[in-house]
């Protein structure tokens, strides 16, 4: 009855909280700019390393609970190792603390981590969750979603973080970086975070999703809320949700090539671009696209509760080579490179042709053709380079007078008509060669079908002269240089791509000034949200627990002022996430033991542990559970970056699970079952505990594996079984046996030692890697306690 | 009274003491995650019982991917024939095709395919009355016929997407665009705890290749199903090990495994992580054992399977579901979805050759599910074992291509057999060229409510915090066909 009452009475609560006044909501608290909050005062100052811990203590003190004491020094190690670079101590570093004469290992493991380049590929799976990070994924091979070439904005993730870029300029980058660095291709790499939401059907969606990412990832809003109707909780209304579209309604995406490859397909740089200058944005009637209002254009817009206001949208010029990416130096030199190479290569068959004699299997009309067309084939290849040579000096000459701003056309032009048009001779040339010696070498069957096909090439060959030899006309043009692809949308046909979208010499500056406003220190929501992230995956839990909702639906901050704190030392610090991270991983706070032993009063007082009097253990993130398995074994294989290893692949893969081909569609089955990120949504991940989970570590082969090379890994260590169990347990668990542990152990080990011995080991070696496999499937080792 | 949003008054560790440390497996796991949300807000996750008395112990989820054609399946229309080859503005139907009568299909992609197709095409095959109840039902499913007394048929679905996202909205109710949201199976998973601790609660047979391939997604991955083979050297991902490792090295490091969690509880004492993993492994090796077994057929009588259609190549694969699904309803597993033709589009979706297309995919499945209600119903099983027959969209009346049908959104067929519902009765109908659902109209979220009804479930007290459902999300039961 009491707890019926009750529960009305929340509910009442709810409802009540749910109806307040617009000037209400606009005080709530997470859109009010953070202030440095002073220290409150403490009495167990000593306890107290840096501010996190006087706020923390502050809040023991009030609710009258108890900090746990500090975890042991094996445990520290290796929450440290996992935390920040995802990988435990191996054997060395365990024996080197453990050998530490006083406490100033701590702060030397964590300088040396942060300035590993680990730390960069651990930390850059966090923000890849928030930022919604996905390989292409679509139909069988047709793209639909995100782009083929995406894991190089992976990449630039890993190497901002290592290089420790502050975190509003790649938040800037990510937005903008095609306005602010229209010609750097390593910056601009930052627009995949855009490029990721490409989507090849509908546009209403990909940008709906834009809005509601860009704005829970960055902001914590839920602008989402406010598609169909005003939001029913935030001042946000249903225009809101509009503006902030119109803010992407001109971008598109496009790949730009790179250095030394002239295929698109092959690699490129998938990056935003502003191609739909003029496109208008409508709210749609109850969010259905299929009824835009078009009585009224969305301008590109924040709320307007939010201050500071955005500022001014500035169209920006771009570069030339940004919009005529063809102008980019390394566009022609790989392309004249290319075109070099296949002269060489139909150069070197020709003289290998040369050299075959004619015989009984090629007799000689054959061998005469099969010559003709490596002949014709350099004559290609060489009519192609020059084509490409005269092409290139065409746009150069075009270029300079589009430079100097003179409208008449230059007499390049024709000279690349014409070479192009020689291109086209001499390619069928080599097409009716080839048709010739394949009428030579067809079956008899088949022999009629190839003569039609030599007579359709000779046809084509005639239309080609016959072009060639007419005069270039006026205005007639030549195929342009590509630097850039547009990636086709098909948003009005699904069989076909829509008409192209040509690339502007001038961009909107929307999604700058909206990077600005984001970015800008004054903003209340991005550096509290961003801090909230590093919080929760130092710590296990968010200060704010709807990590993707700071609104008045979201639940409020355990400590507001730490909230706080932390967000105004970001910016203050430059934005500066090392330092964050250092100042997160030396406190006291962090440093407690998760155990419940002593903490009986404080378990009466705050049960969930709300007040942070003790650790909260943290089940390992999936990736972590896979590399730390392969780290153990020693093979681990270091390489960082590159394509992503295909599914097929992944078996025998020993690269970081980061680099595994990660889509909506594909997603590696040990990951998945340790809740890897959905690349839909994922600000905070499940941790689950199933019996999948379970399967997956006792009989896949990735722990199987691990557990013979871990096991033997070991023994050239150490040599007494005693021994052998107490390196396995401070490296695999990271606490030390006790003599119970230890009794066990031996006992299984002495128990496996009677059994017959795994193929091609001994009876003591396949006794130890039971050990470790039984180790690897212990609560701890996925556990970070 | 409970309210829409049952909260959380009781500490956590209350809870979880009320709730007992001591059952095992999934539900706990999936207790524990959802624990997780419950220390951020003030609400309880459900506890494992039904909401009120239920009629339904499981339900065995049946869904044919691509389309079946209703037209000929369970709903013939004889008008086709009279009118085949008239567009249909030459027929008295001409206002089907009204565009406001239209505006409910919502395009996720404009396609060659989903289109309207306007010249009537006669019905592929005939149909006849069977049972007591006259149930018309074309002649590709006799063995399903035979059962039309067991059935409540649904004449009068629609739904909304034109493109086969239409299949996920068939098991979440919720169109491809508006994102991914938990299946119906999900549902039921997180609304009722383990009625068995040896195998999962919820259970995926069949190819499934639809937009989404998760079920629980808000509700967690604890909420997935959990995918079955019918290969007894393998049902399970990862459930035999992937390196030769015997039984009895297993046994000791199991044993040991054990040990050294329990001491670590000297240390740690009072986690119910530690204590959720451990029953994790538990079920984990249980259902080694007793998934296996589920598919092993041995010593099920010839009779049985050969009812099944075992023994005949045609249909053998889904056969061997459909009876590992009715040994899985014997252990008492929640729920069972078993997709048929899954991969690309799906088998059903006949653009051409419908005729020679749904003769054969009707022949893989009209015996092994008409033996199903046979099987279930002798043994006594059919009252507490609600079985759906669905597809994500009936196909045009008119023909495309001149050899096949087009999706069709407007109206189509679903079927429900025991669980407590009627038997043998038709509900709702299509006007008479199968176009429109005319009278007693259902969107796909009424199958759902019914569905939850019968296993004693009120959709509106699962629903989490944070994630706010519609009313469409919802549905109501078809009350009419529930006994």
């Known amino acids: 009855m009491n707890r019926r009452l009750q529960r009305c009475t929340s509910w009442l609560v709810w409802v009540a909280m749910c109806l307040p006044t617009l000037a209400q909501a606009e005080e709530h608290w997470a859109f009010q700019a953070p202030s440095r909050p002073s220290l409150p005062p403490i009495a167990r100052a000593a306890w107290a390393r840096n501010p996190i811990d006087t706020f923390i203590s502050s809040h023991h003190e009030r609710q009258g609970l108890q900090p746990q004491p500090e975890a042991k020094r094996l445990l520290l190690l290796r929450r440290l190792y996992l935390d920040l670079i995802g990988v435990p101590p191996g054997p060395d570093e365990v024996a080197r603390v453990e050998a530490a004469p006083d406490e100033s290992w701590y702060e030397g493991v964590v300088q040396q981590l942060l300035a590993d380049p680990r730390h960069g590929e651990r930390w850059a799976r966090h923000w890849m969750d928030v930022w919604r990070y996905s390989d292409w994924w679509g139909l069988g091979d047709q793209l639909r979603n995100s782009q083929k070439h995406i894991w190089h904005w992976r990449d630039w993730i890993v190497e901002s973080l290592n290089a420790n870029l502050p975190y509003d300029e790649m938040v800037r980058l990510m937005l903008a970086a095609d306005e602010s660095h229209p010609d750097d291709l390593d910056k601009l790499r930052a627009t995949g975070f855009l490029a990721r939401n490409w989507y090849l059907f509908n546009r209403h969606q990909w940008l709906e999703e834009t809005v509601e990412h860009v704005s829970k990832g960055f902001l914590g809003l839920t602008m989402n809320c406010a598609k169909c109707h005003d939001h029913k909780f935030d001042p946000v209304s249903q225009m809101d949700f509009y503006r902030m579209r119109a803010v992407f309604e001109p971008y598109q995406v496009r790949n730009d090539m790179l250095p030394g490859v002239t295929d698109i397909d092959v690699d490129s740089i998938p990056r935003a671009f502003d191609g739909w200058l003029d496109k208008p944005t409508y709210r749609f009637v109850r969010g259905e696209e299929t009824k835009p209002d078009q009585s009224v254009v969305a301008q590109p817009g924040i709320p307007d509760f939010l201050t500071p206001p955005m500022p001014t949208v500035e169209p920006i010029m771009l570069t030339a080579s940004a919009w005529q990416p063809a102008r980019r130096p390394w566009v022609q030199e790989s392309m004249m490179e290319a075109a070099r190479q296949k002269v060489q290569k139909a150069s070197l068959e020709l003289a290998a042709t040369h050299e075959k004699p004619a015989g009984v299997e090629s007799p000689m009309p054959e061998a005469q053709a099969a010559l003709k067309v490596a002949e014709s084939l350099v004559t290609l290849a060489q009519t192609e380079l020059e084509s490409l040579q005269k092409r290139i000096s065409a746009s150069r000459a075009q270029w300079d007078r589009e430079d100097r701003k003179q409208a008449t056309p230059c007499d390049e032009i024709a000279v690349a008509v014409q070479a192009e048009r020689r291109a086209s001779v001499a390619k069928s040339t080599h097409q009716v060669a080839e048709a010739e010696l394949r009428v030579l070498r067809a079956e008899p069957g088949k022999k009629d079908e190839m003569e039609k096909q030599l007579a359709a090439a000779r046809e084509s060959l005639t239309k080609a002269v016959a072009v060639s030899e007419s005069e270039v006309k006026a205005g007639e043009i030549f195929t342009r240089i590509e630097g850039a692809r547009w990636a086709a949308t098909r948003f009005d046909d699904s069989t076909k791509d829509d008409a192209p979208v040509a690339f502007p010499a001038e961009s909107s500056g929307r999604r700058t000034a909206l990077a600005a406003w984001i970015t800008d220190p004054r903003n209340p929501l991005t550096a509290r949200v961003a801090v909230n992230q590093i919080w929760m995956h130092h710590l296990g839990t968010p200060l704010v627990a709807t990590v993707f909702d700071f609104g008045r639906k979201g639940t409020p901050p355990t400590h507001p002022e730490l909230l706080d704190w932390l967000a105004t030392e970001l910016i203050t610090s430059g934005w500066n996430m090392k330092h964050l991270h250092e100042l997160i991983v030396t406190s006291t706070t962090y440093r407690m033991s998760s155990t419940m032993v002593g903490g009986e009063a404080n378990a009466v007082k705050d049960p969930d542990n709300l007040r942070w009097w003790r650790r909260n253990p943290i089940r390992l993130d999936a990736e972590v559970v896979r590399d730390s398995a392969l780290a153990l074994t020693g093979e681990l294989d270091a390489t960082r970056g590159g394509p992503p290893i295909a599914a097929a692949a992944q078996a025998e893969s020993k690269r970081r699970s980061l680099y595994f081909f990660h889509s909506n569609n594909d997603r590696n089955l040990f990951l998945t079952s340790f809740d890897t990120a959905m690349v839909k949504e994922c600000y905070r991940r499940e941790q689950s505990i199933v019996p999948q989970q379970a399967l997956a570590l006792t009989n896949g082969r990735l722990v199987l594996d691990a557990s013979w090379k871990i096991a033997d890994r070991f023994s050239t260590e150490v040599s007494a079984d005693a021994d052998f169990i107490n390196l396995a347990f401070s490296v695999l668990l990271g606490f030390k046996p006790g003599d119970a542990e230890m009794k066990a152990s031996l006992e299984a080990l002495g128990a496996w030692s009677a059994l017959p011995p795994d193929e091609g080991r001994d009876a003591a070696s396949t006794a130890r890697s039971h050990l470790i496999w039984s180790l690897l499937n212990h609560n701890d080792f996925v556990t970070l306690r | ?483």
């Open chain 2, 1 to 483: 009274m409970q309210t829409a949003h049952p909260f959380r008054t009781l500490p956590r560790r209350a809870f979880l003491a009320d709730m007992g440390l001591g059952f095992t497996g999934l539900a706990l796991g999936a207790m524990l995650q959802r624990e997780g949300r419950a220390e951020e807000t003030l609400w309880v996750p459900p506890d494992g019982q039904p909401h009120f008395a239920p009629k339904a112990k499981s339900v065995i989820w049946l869904f044919m991917n691509g389309g079946v054609s209703h037209l000929e399946s369970f709903d013939p229309k004889p008008m086709l024939n009279k009118y085949a080859g008239k567009t249909i503005a030459e027929t008295p139907y001409a206002s089907t095709q009204s565009p406001d009568k239209l505006a409910l299909a919502r395009v996720t992609v404009p396609d060659a395919n989903g289109n309207q197709r306007n010249e009537l095409y006669p019905l592929q095959v005939g149909y006849k009355p069977y049972g007591q109840s006259g149930m018309e039902i074309s002649d590709w499913f006799p063995r399903i016929a035979r059962n039309a007394d067991r059935i409540a048929l649904v004449r009068s679905m629609y739904t909304t997407d034109s493109n086969h996202g239409a299949q996920t909205q068939f098991h979440s109710g919720r169109h491809n665009l508006d994102g991914d949201f938990p299946n119906l199976g999900a549902w039921v998973h997180y609304g009722l705890g383990s009625l068995n601790e040896n195998l999962p609660q919820f259970i995926s047979m069949g190819t499934r290749e639809y937009w989404n391939k998760r079920d629980g997604h808000y509700l967690g991955p604890a909420h997935d199903a959990v995918p079955l083979r019918i290969d007894p050297a393998n049902p399970l991902d990862f459930g035999i090990s992937e390196r030769p490792f015997s039984q009895q090295s297993k046994e000791i490091g199991i044993s040991l495994m054990r040990r050294l969690n329990d001491l670590r509880g000297v240390e740690y004492p009072q986690e119910p992580a530690m204590a959720a993993r451990i029953a994790s492994y538990e079920l984990a090796f249980r259902m080694q054992t007793s998934v296996p077994d589920i598919v092993d057929f041995s010593k099920e009588a010839e009779e049985t399977k050969s009812l099944y259609g075992l023994d005949q190549p045609h249909c053998r694969e889904f056969a061997g579901q459909l009876l590992a699904a009715r040994r899985l309803v014997e252990r008492g597993v929640r729920f069972i979805q078993i997709q048929h033709g899954g991969g690309g589009a799906g088998a059903w979706d006949a653009h051409g050759g419908l005729k020679e297309n749904h003769a054969t995919q009707a022949l893989a499945v009209d015996q092994p599910v008409g033996a199903l209600l046979e099987d279930l119903d002798r043994r006594g099983m059919l009252d507490e074992t609600l079985v759906v027959f669905a597809t994500e969209f009936g196909r045009t009346p008119g023909s495309q291509g001149g050899t096949g049908r087009d999706h069709h959104v407007f109206g189509f067929s679903v079927w429900m057999a025991g669980g407590g519902l009627k038997r043998g009765v038709v509900h709702g109908t299509t006007d008479e060229i199968g176009f429109h659902a005319v009278d007693n109209r259902h969107y796909v979220t009424d199958i759902h409510a019914t569905i939850l009804k019968q296993m004693g479930l009120d959709s509106r007290r699962l629903e989490i915090p944070g994630r706010k459902r519609l009313e469409i999300d919802h549905g109501v039961p078809i009350t009419e066909i529930i006994a």
